[in-house]
């Protein structure tokens, strides 16, 4: 046996084939980024999965969701935190009722900047190149970030993984035009 007859025509096909698929679905999945959930009038709720930093990252999502918990659109409501990290699951626990397992896959990802965030994200977006569950990833940029973003912000945008990104400081909205600028949310 040669090395010649290991690499058969078919072979090759199917490899070129497969390479090409997942290609074409890596493309299409950033060409989505970036558009509404559902467009229709009548919004169903997503179920979120919010992602705790510790220290300030904690304060300025608990601000971000004192005003997501005006409006139903984003329950239920699953929280993340680092192992390490049980000041957060007890804010979290204050500011709901109910802090649920996760059993299924949410249909949002919402974070802001701590480290934690980038491999759930990732992982959100992977589940969308193989088709196991399309997740979208909200991005909130902290308010500290006036010039330019944190190494998570930074690598969410360029890489596309978030679907939607949203900035506090009119100035990055100028500077990354692909974000959303939403004033303060502190």
Same mark, same amino acid.
């Given at each position: 046996?040669?090395?010649?007859?290991?690499?058969?025509?078919?072979?090759?096909?199917?490899?070129?084939?497969?390479?090409?698929?997942?290609?074409?679905?890596?493309?299409?999945?950033?060409?989505?980024?970036?558009?509404?959930?559902?467009?229709?009038?009548?919004?169903?709720?997503?179920?979120?999965?919010?992602?705790?930093?510790?220290?300030?990252?904690?304060?300025?999502?608990?601000?971000?969701?004192?005003?997501?918990?005006?409006?139903? !659109?984003?329950?239920?409501? /699953? %929280? $993340?935190?680092?192992?390490?990290?049980?000041?957060? =699951?007890?804010?979290?626990? *204050? #500011?709901?009722?109910?802090?649920?397992?996760?059993?299924?896959?949410?249909?949002?990802?919402?974070?802001?900047?701590?480290?934690?965030?980038?491999?759930?994200?990732?992982?959100?977006?992977?589940?969308?190149?193989?088709?196991? !569950?399309?997740?979208?990833? /909200? %991005? $909130?940029?902290?308010?500290?970030?006036?010039?330019? =973003?944190?190494?998570?912000? *930074? #690598?969410?945008?360029?890489?596309?993984?978030?679907?939607?990104?949203?900035?506090?400081?009119?100035?990055?909205?100028?500077?990354?035009?692909?974000?959303?600028?939403?004033?303060?949310?502190?």
């Amino acid at each position: 046996m040669t090395i010649a007859s290991l690499f058969t025509p078919s072979i090759i096909t199917i490899t070129v084939s497969v390479v090409l698929i997942a290609i074409t679905r890596v493309f299409y999945i950033l060409c989505q980024s970036g558009k509404p959930l559902y467009p229709s009038k009548s919004p169903k709720p997503l179920s979120t999965l919010i992602v705790l930093g510790s220290g300030g990252h904690t304060a300025e999502m608990i601000n971000v969701l004192n005003v997501l918990l005006l409006k139903d !659109r984003f329950c239920p409501r /699953f %929280y $993340v935190a680092a192992g390490t990290d049980n000041m957060s =699951l007890q804010k979290a626990h *204050l #500011l709901e009722e109910n802090v649920f397992n996760l059993n299924e896959g949410p249909q949002v990802v919402l974070c802001n900047g701590p480290g934690t965030c980038v491999p759930l994200c990732v992982i959100a977006f992977l589940f969308k190149v193989v088709g196991v !569950r399309w997740s979208s990833v /909200f %991005y $909130v940029e902290s308010i500290a970030r006036v010039r330019k =973003l944190s190494l998570s912000g *930074l #690598l969410l945008y360029k890489l596309r993984i978030a679907d939607q990104f949203f900035v506090q400081w009119p100035q990055l909205q100028r500077k990354y035009p692909r974000a959303h600028y939403v004033g303060c949310l502190m």
